[in-house]
């Protein structure tokens, strides 16, 4: 019965920021029936909704559709043994990141992103209360 589930699979993921469900049932072998099922068994896999309930995959989601084909359909887990073990080595990937972060030195602050305010920031603000004044 999962064999009525997968269709032949494309090379490789292309490069594009957004995938709709038929792209990614294409480029996975996985019908879109199942990709929607999958959904709401596997809470890291969601997808974006467009305002018309149209489904967009990012990349990530794309290799996630497919590290859980792999898991369900070759290593032959259950749905709940899948999702348990996604649970686990996403958190096992995630806590060296954290570490690091810890460890590192802080992010920048938003004001380092901008240049901070010169003096012409100044002048001009003294300026338009000048202006100001006088259209009063």
Known sequence: MAEAAITPVAEEIPDKLYFRIGEVSRITGV????????????PSLGPRKT???????RRKDVE????????????RFTIEGARKWLESHRRAETAPLAALKRDAAPEPAQGVLFPPPGPWLDELRKELRDILKILK
């Open 51 to 57: 305002g018309a309930g149209h489904r967009l995959y």
């Open 31 to 42: 019908k879109a029936y199942v990709l929607r099922f999958w959904e709401t068994e596997f």
């Open 64 to 75: 996630l559709v497919l590290e859980i084909k792999h898991l369900l359909y070759e290593k």
